[in-house]
């Protein structure tokens, strides 16, 4: 399975946009690339994804690099809600069940 | 929005116990999965259903089995319950539509086996 990896840890301050990146050097023509987040004491939430052009959506952007190697998530104007624990997550087309979620960045949002 | 309810937040349970964990959500979606998660090893597969009555096991099956009647209710069963299966449980679902479609998890169970 084609993993990702992402920085342990990142902070930003409020009302600054932020951007969360992620390598997956090992992604396949199939895989979608996808964006979850988890508060604390919640189930993970649905952010974004993409195939290959550039995406936004009213809670952020996803960039992808014209190889689709690696691709960075957009937080446009962080909030202390947007505190939370990020995954970026290949998920293949054709097996829908395979998704592996891994570490994560936590992004800690500074007043 | 979708809405995908776990009937405990919290659970605690004796080892050699049959532990009920109850999932339903309310958008008419075909998959449903059961995630364990554990500090260090991410979200891991226990089982997926894609119908009713239809199951698959996921990459960590053992110890577990799952119960599909309805479409909306998909139900994880640990079958005598040991102290290794103390762990944050995570229920999703999604619509039909392969790796594009977005999975909608519960809140989680947080369940202790003594």
């Known amino acids: 399975d084609a993993k990702t990896t992402q920085p342990n840890s990142m902070e930003s301050n409020e009302e600054e946009p932020v951007h969360l990146p992620c390598n997956h050097s090992t992604i396949s023509g199939t895989d979608y690339i996808h964006w979850y987040r988890q508060l604390p004491s919640q189930g993970p939430e649905y952010v974004i994804h993409?195939?290959?052009s550039n995406v936004n959506n009213r809670m952020a952007s996803l960039a992808i690099a014209e190889d689709r190697k690696s691709s960075t998530l957009i937080l446009h104007r962080a909030t202390l809600r947007d505190a939370a624990v990020y995954y970026c997550i290949l998920r293949d087309t054709h097996n829908f069940n395979k998704f592996y979620f891994g570490s994560g960045t936590k992004l800690n949002v500074k007043p | 929005d979708v809405k995908v309810t776990q009937s405990s937040r919290y659970l605690v349970k004796r080892t050699g116990e049959k532990v009920f964990l109850e999932c339903v959500q309310d958008m008419d979606h075909e998959n449903m999965f059961w995630y364990r998660q554990d500090p260090g090893l991410g979200l891991r597969l226990i089982y997926f259903s894609y119908d009713v009555k239809m199951k698959e096991k996921g990459d960590i099956p053992e110890g577990y089995s799952v119960s599909r009647e309805k479409k909306e209710r998909f139900s994880l069963i640990l079958e005598s319950a040991s102290t290794n299966q103390t762990s944050m449980y995570l229920c999703?679902?999604?619509?039909?539509?392969?790796?594009?479609?977005?999975?909608?998890f519960g809140d989680g169970t947080r369940l202790s086996i003594l």
């Open positions: 993409g195939l290959t």
């Open positions: 999703a679902s999604t619509i039909q539509g392969g790796g594009l479609m977005p999975q909608h």
